[in-house]
């Protein structure tokens, strides 16, 4: 196997990677608190859910039919033919990933706040499945 095709399995392994853990993000943590959002016993306001989970349901989308592409094309035999037109055919969905990238460390800081000194979330997080 040659250095190029061993990058484009690990561009498949970890997009893959990163879907699933965008998946469960969402599934174990942003739907479960969206759902209790606006109660006043909820473990996290709207606003640092929204802080804290930015455009996570915004991305996700965008790279699940990213991965599509590179699976079906490395099904078909054609990911080294065919990986320049799928990322640049994806390209612009990335700048989605900015606001995300720009709020880093204000999210960062949020997230160790709420576990370590707002126990109903830090209990929240603990518990979630």
Do not use: W
């Not at 040659?2 to 392994?13: A, P």
């Not at 455009?55 to 790279?63: A, F, H, K, L, Q």
């Amino acid at each position: 196997m040659s250095t190029f095709e061993d990058v484009l399995n690990e561009l498949v392994t970890t997009e893959t990677t990163f879907v699933s853990h965008l998946r469960a993000l969402i599934d174990v943590y942003l739907k479960p608190l969206r759902v209790t959002q606006d109660d006043p016993n909820s473990p996290c306001s709207r606003a640092k859910i929204d802080l804290i989970f930015s455009r996570v349901e915004s991305v996700y989308p965008i790279n699940q039919q990213l991965l599509d592409a590179l699976v079906t094309a490395r099904q078909l035999g054609r990911l080294q033919h065919d990986v320049a037109h799928i990322l640049t055919t994806h390209f612009h969905f990335f700048r989605m990933c900015i606001p995300y990238i720009n709020h880093y460390d204000a999210m960062l800081s949020a997230l160790h706040t709420l576990l370590t000194e707002h126990s109903p979330f830090a209990e929240f997080a603990m518990n979630a499945k």
